[in-house]
C-alpha cells in the first residue's frame, strides 16, 4: 500500500510541475533504457472453479516483484514508443471465497511483455516530464504446478492435479513521470493497469475463468543516447 501511495504523489507532483533545467532535452530521434524493479499485483474478480466443488469455490493471485529493462524511442518531442521487458514473474494461487485460508493451491510463471505508445507532456528540455501511454500487452503463462491442497478440493483421493493458463492478449495504459537529474540520466516511476481476462483448465476437466486486471507499479533509472 505505501508503494501506491508514493508512486501516486510523484505523479501528483509532477503535474504540477514543468520547469526546464540545465540538461540535455528528450527529442525526437533520442533512444533511452530505463533499468529498475516492476511489481505486478493482480486484482482478481469474479470466476468460480466450474462443479463437482462447492459454490464459491475460487482462487486469488499474489503479486510479484522483478527487476525490468525497458527500451524506447523518441519518435516526435512528444510522443515515444516504448517496449517492457523482464523475466518471468511468479505468482502464487491461494483459495478464496470457499476455500479462503485453504493455502497455496499452486504456482505460475508469467511473463508479459508490452509495447506502449507515449505522449510526454512540456518542452523537450523540461526537467519533469509527465507521460501517458497507451499500447497491448502478451500475458504468456507456463510453468503451472499445482499442489496437494488444489488435488484435495478438485479430486480428493485422485491422481496429483494440474492445471494451465491461457496466454491471452490485452490492452495496458500507463501514467508516469520522467524527472532528471543529470546531462543523460534521470529517474521515472510509472503506473500501468492491464485489463486481462484468463481461463484455467484443470486436469481434471473442471475450469475458472477470472478477470486478473493487474496493476503494475514500476520504477528505475533511464540513461538518454
Known sequence: MKSKIHALKLLALAAALGAAGGVQAQAKGDWYVKAGANRIEPKVSGGNISAPVLPDTRADVLPDTRPIVNIGYMLTDNISAEIDLGVPYKHELVGDGAIAGDGKL?????????????YRFFEPAAKIRPYVGLGITYAY????????ALTAILDAGGPPSTFSLKSKWAATAEVGVNVKFAERWSADVAVLKTKLKTTATFSTGQYMSSKLDPLTYSVGVVYQF
Open 106 to 118: 499452486g504456482s505460475v510463471e508469467a511473463l508479459p511483455p508490452t509495447a506502449l505508445v507515449q
Open 141 to 148: 503463462f507456463q510453468k503451472e504446478t499445482g499442489s496437494g
